[in-house]
């Protein structure tokens, strides 16, 4: 079947610019996450969904950044007023339950200018 | 100080060597251990997932976790030139939402 797909695959925007990043998980995984990688570092957890409940949203590293899950299913990132230090990898993945194997996505490859 | 570190590499073997990467980390609370390989441009993919400590085979891939020792290990043998990535040890275990922590990630080649 098919994977988790993120779009786009790259972004690049000026300084100041909000931008948004998609997911499209996996068909029935109820868990989806949200992670940075940014160049030289591993990858940073930024949020987490599951099904209805809240999400946590413990890794968004400011209030520029936000994100929702619509219908259970695709989830989009928003970064507001983009700095440079947002350049980075921004992976998806997706796992049927919690503590369950998470899938990546290809990842959306963002560029500030 | 890192949850979880990895030695960066990079680590350049010939075709055929055994490899073997390492991560060590702080966090007793880790239960699952993960080795995702990652391609230039990719997004990780899962190669090994080991619950709590002990030894797990997969082909020519093998992990081990020493949760006295807060290490893990990852070995390669007979290495092949395809096996050039990175490779990312994460773990969880430390909050209900089973989000991963992750090392730095080991850039491995394997020369022809």
């Known amino acids: 079947g098919a994977g988790v797909s993120q779009s786009p695959s790259n972004k690049v925007t000026e300084k100041g610019k909000d931008v948004e990043l998609r997911c499209d998980p996996i068909?029935?995984?109820?868990?989806l996450y949200w992670y940075r990688q940014s160049l030289g570092q591993g990858l940073e957890f930024l949020i987490y969904?599951?099904?209805?409940?809240?999400?946590?949203k413990s890794g968004l590293p400011s209030d520029r950044f936000s994100a929702e899950r619509t219908g259970g299913s695709v989830s989009t990132l928003t970064i507001q007023r983009t700095q440079q230090e947002d350049s980075a990898v921004y992976l998806c993945?997706?796992?049927?339950?919690?503590?369950?194997?998470?899938?990546f996505g290809p990842g959306t490859r963002l560029t500030v200018l | 100080q890192k949850e979880v570190e990895q030695d960066p590499g990079p680590l350049s073997v010939p075709e055929g060597a055994i490899v073997s990467l390492n991560c060590t980390y702080s966090?007793?609370?880790?239960?699952?251990f993960m080795w995702y390989r990652q391609y230039s441009r990719k997004g990780p993919e899962l190669l090994m997932y080991?619950?709590?400590?002990g030894n797990k085979e997969d082909g020519r891939f093998t992990a081990q976790v020493d949760k006295s020792s807060k290490y893990i290990s990852l070995f390669i043998r007979d290495s092949q030139p395809s096996d050039s990535a990175t490779y990312l040890c994460?773990?969880?275990?430390?909050?209900?939402?089973?989000?991963?922590?992750f090392g730095q990630g080991t850039t491995l080649q394997v020369k022809p």
């Open positions: 993945a997706s796992s049927f339950i919690r503590l369950d194997t998470q899938y």
């Open positions: 068909s029935g995984h109820t868990a």
């Open positions: 969904f599951q099904g209805n409940s809240a999400p946590d």
């Open positions: 966090n007793s609370a880790f239960q699952y």
């Open positions: 080991t619950y709590s400590s």
């Open positions: 994460a773990m969880s275990g430390s909050s209900n939402t089973g989000k991963l922590i």
